[in-house]
C-alpha cells in the first residue's frame, strides 16, 4: 500500500543503453514530479507534470523524457545512457494549490558502468 | 535565485542530548518551509510544514522555528534516540518546486 511507488530499485547498466523507470502514486494527487540526487546527496528537481502536463523542464537533456498516461503515473526515460547520469532518481507527488506535503518514493539507484 | 544552505553537514551526538540543526535561505519571500528525512536507501519522509505565517510547527520531540526575515528556520529535536540517526533537509518552494539544502547527516550513538 506504498503511496508512491517506483520501479526497478536498482539498476545496473552499460554506457549507451536505454532504459526506464516507472512511478505510480495512489494518493491521487495531481502533481507529480521526477527528482535526481548525486553523489553528494544534493537533491535537484528535473521535471514536473500537472494533470499529465508538463509545467517544469529543469534544464535536462533531451535523452531524458518523462511520460504520463494519467495523473497517477510519471514514467523516466532514458535514452544513450552516460557515466554521469548515475544517480539515485525519485519520484515525488503532491496535491496542487495546496500546501499538502510532497511524498516520495524510495528511490531508483542508477548505475551507469 | 534561491539558495538553501544547511550547517552543519554531519553531526553526532550521544543519546539523550537535545540538538538543533540549521537551514538558511538567500530569498526570504517563501510561503513555507518543509522539513524532511531521509534514511539510508529510502526516499523523503515530510517531518514539518510550516507556513510563512506561522513561527513554528511541533510533533512529538520535533520542533521547527521558521524566521522569514533573517531566511532561518531550525529543526530541534528532543531527547535524541539512535532511532532518529538520518539525514534531515530543508526544503522551500519556488515557481512550483522544492529547492532543497544539502541535508544534515545526524547519527545518534547509544
Known amino acids: 500500500d506504498t503511496a508512491v511507488s517506483q520501479t526497478p530499485k536498482y539498476l545496473v547498466t552499460q554506457m549507451g543503453n536505454d532504459k526506464s523507470i516507472k512511478c505510480e502514486q495512489n494518493l491521487g494527487h495531481d502533481t507529480m514530479y521526477w527528482y535526481k540526487q548525486d553523489s553528494k546527496k544534493f537533491l535537484k528537481i528535473m521535471f514536473s507534470y500537472n494533470n499529465k502536463e508538463l509545467i517544469i523542464n529543469e534544464t535536462v537533456p533531451n535523452r531524458f523524457s518523462p511520460k504520463s498516461p494519467d495523473k497517477a503515473h510519471l514514467n523516466l526515460h532514458i535514452n544513450s545512457l552516460e557515466l554521469g547520469d548515475s544517480a539515485v532518481y525519485f519520484c515525488a507527488s503532491s496535491q496542487s494549490g495546496s500546501d499538502s506535503p510532497l511524498h516520495f518514493g524510495n528511490g531508483t539507484r542508477l548505475t551507469v558502468t | 535565485k534561491q539558495e538553501v544552505t544547511q550547517i552543519p553537514a554531519a553531526l553526532s551526538v550521544p543519546e539523550g542530548e537535545n540538538l538543533v540543526l540549521n537551514c538558511s535561505f538567500t530569498d526570504s519571500a517563501i510561503y513555507n518551509l518543509q522539513w524532511f528525512r531521509q534514511d539510508p536507501g529510502k526516499g523523503l519522509t515530510s517531518l514539518l510544514l510550516?507556513?510563512?505565517?506561522?513561527r513554528e510547527q511541533t510533533s512529538g520531540r520535533l520542533n521547527a522555528s521558521l524566521d522569514k526575515s533573517s531566511g532561518r528556520s531550525t529543526l530541534y529535536i528532543a531527547a535524541s534516540q539512535p532511532g532518529d540517526s538520518a539525514t534531515y533537509l530543508c526544503?522551500?518552494?519556488?515557481?512550483?518546486?522544492?529547492?532543497f539544502g544539502q541535508g544534515t547527516e545526524l547519527s545518534v550513538k547509544p
Open positions: 510550516i507556513q510563512s505565517s506561522q
Open positions: 526544503a522551500v518552494p519556488q515557481g512550483g518546486k522544492l529547492i
